[in-house]
């Protein structure tokens, strides 16, 4: 189920993860892994780039599918240290905005 992330071969972290549904059903009812209509207008996330000593938001990356790339010069440019990459994962929802976190770290 996710998220999952990594390294490609220039550097860029390429972190996907699998859509949620309010109105999920039982995952029983869905034995081959598939997913139900969306009950949002559209797919939407926000994903945060934090910090790992700070926990300040450096960058909020945004997407249209749930995966996104922190490029290699985009880490250059935050000055991320060495070692894992700390995201929070947002979907957007029409009525509240951003919905639960899921924090991962990568």
């Keep these: ?7 490609n071969s220039v550097g860029d972290c390429v972190l996907t993860w699998r859509r949620g549904e309010r109105y999920e059903f039982a995952h029983a009812d ?3 892994g598939g ?3 969306m ?4 797919e939407a996330y926000e994903v945060d780039v934090i910090h790992p000593s700070t926990y300040a938001v450096l960058r909020t990356l945004t997407s249209a599918s749930p995966t996104v790339t922190y490029t290699a010069a985009q880490q250059a440019t935050d000055s991320y240290p060495a070692g894992p ?5 947002y979907q957007m929802r029409s009525l ?3 919905g639960i976190v ?5």
């Excluded at 189920?1 to 390294?7: E, I, L, W």
């Excluded at 990459?85 to 994962?89: K, L």
């Design 96 to 98: 509240v905005g951003r």
């Design 1 to 7: 189920q996710g998220p999952f992330g990594g390294f």
């Design 85 to 89: 990459i700390t995201f929070d994962i």
């Design 39 to 42: 009950s949002e207008l559209s």
């Design 35 to 37: 997913d139900i209509e």
């Design 30 to 32: 869905f034995p081959d």
């Design 102 to 106: 899921k924090r991962v770290s990568v």
